[in-house]
């Protein structure tokens, strides 16, 4: 069997590899006619610190501002006029050349003779500031919440954080002040692989392969591991269909060869990702309704569709749309509660019936009604008694234990 990873050696390096420290300067470039990239770069990258601003509100980095820019990020030492100089040009060369990719634009202010103009007292223009016109197509607050979702999520491993953020703070038109993104006794609970697992799933994707994987376990060191068991050393090849994310965690949406039901695999968990280049995939067998699968696979939990009647506080109405989307059916309405109507995984209703049963009571299917009662019981029996009386083997079922509960 063929199997390939991705010939990206790139991304593999930065899954892996440390980054740079914030700050710490580059050495600077032995030919001058770099410098004009390295200040494209600093005005794509501190627009939002700019301190001159238009009457719309767009920010200008002013060439002083430049020059302890370049020396910060770049250890490039320059004096204003040499910044003034390449700015021009660059502005000249972006009106001439839009094909380059970039269009700089200048404030305009004035200066008279007291300032050091014509001697003549007439008013010379002066470029008080400069930016990267049309530089992002983001709002504040949309890179605010790619910046906290990059930082809340619990796969990313801590080096590729700090990578992200620095690259998303750029696309916003406005400073943005970033929490601390340290996670302090957690940075090794990650596989520093995930990235280049991304990149393989989706180049499988892409090209109708399928892969295989071991799904691996993380230890009591924080570290993910192999396990000793047989059928955790299994190499699972499946037929790829979508990534996708549910609560905070990056799934494989997939089948296995010859079968139609659905599966997720947790990427962060996975080792040894490879293509297997003798599998190749027909396009029908490849394609997945991601958003169906999600609204009935709460949890991302696997199994098989069923129809769902339950009944639930109308209070409570917006836990049932956080799960389950606006797929539902309402009937039999009350001053308190309604009947609604959905279909969904079984211990997908199972989870989340059991986190608010206060507010939600399963009328059908008949069988999810036995397993609730059966998971009641053994949480009775589990606190009612002496510590540890019910063994964990007790209170799960081998569903459960496939289902990955």
Same mark, same amino acid.
């Given at each position: ?198 990149? #393989? &799933?989706?180049? $499988?994707?892409?090209?109708? %392969?399928? @892969? !295989? ?135 997908? #209703? &199972?989870?989340? $019936?059991?986190?608010?049963? %206060?507010? @939600? !009571? ?44």
């Amino acid at each position: 069997m063929a199997t390939t990873t991705t010939g990206k050696k790139a991304s593999q390096a930065k899954a892996s590899g440390s980054s740079a420290k914030a700050g710490a300067r580059k050495p600077t470039p032995v030919d001058k006619k770099l410098w004009p990239f390295y200040i494209l770069e600093v005005l794509r990258r501190h627009a939002p610190e700019g301190v001159e601003r238009d009457g719309e509100g767009n920010r200008y980095l002013t060439r002083r501002q430049i020059v302890g820019f370049l020396e910060q990020d770049y250890g490039i030492d320059t004096q204003v006029k040499a910044v003034g100089d390449n700015l021009t040009r660059l502005h000249d060369a972006s009106m001439d050349h839009p094909e380059l990719g970039f269009r700089l634009e200048y404030l305009e202010g004035e200066r008279n003779a007291a300032a050091g103009a014509s001697s003549r007292g007439e008013k010379q223009v002066l470029r008080r500031g400069w930016r990267w016109a049309d530089a992002s197509e983001f709002e504040p607050s949309e890179v605010r919440m790619l910046v906290d979702t990059v930082i809340a999520s619990p796969v990313i491993p801590q080096n590729h954080v700090k990578d992200l953020v620095g690259k998303l703070l750029p696309l916003s038109p406005e400073k943005i002040v970033v929490p601390g993104i340290e996670r302090v006794g957690h940075a090794s609970v990650v596989n520093n692989d995930f990235f280049l697992n991304v990149e #393989v &799933l989706n180049e $499988a994707i892409r090209r109708r %392969r399928r @892969v !295989e994987f071991v799904l691996g376990a993380f230890g009591t060191d924080g570290r993910l591991h192999k396990g000793s068991a047989p059928e955790q050393r299994k190499v699972h090849n499946v037929v790829p269909m979508q990534l996708l994310i549910s609560k905070g965690h990056y799934y494989l949406l997939a089948h296995y060869a010859g079968g139609e039901e659905e599966y997720k695999f947790r990427i962060d968990l996975m080792l040894d990702v490879r293509i297997d280049e003798d599998g190749v995939v027909d396009a029908g067998a490849a394609r997945a309704d991601v958003a169906r699968f999600r609204e009935q696979h709460a949890y991302a939990m696997s199994g098989k569709v069923l129809n769902v009647v339950l009944r639930i506080n109308k209070r409570a109405l917006h836990t049932l749309f956080d799960q389950f989307g606006p797929s539902v059916h309402f009937k039999n309405e009350q001053v308190d509660t309604i009947d609604v109507e959905l279909r969904a995984a079984l211990y997908s #209703v &199972l989870f989340w $019936a059991l986190q608010y049963y %206060r507010s @939600v !009571e399963v009328l059908s299917p008949p069988e999810l009604r036995e397993v609730l009662a059966d998971a009641g019981r053994a949480v009775c029996g589990m606190y009612a008694g002496e510590p540890g009386a019910v063994g964990l083997a007790e209170r799960q079922s081998a569903d459960e234990s496939i289902n990955g509960a």
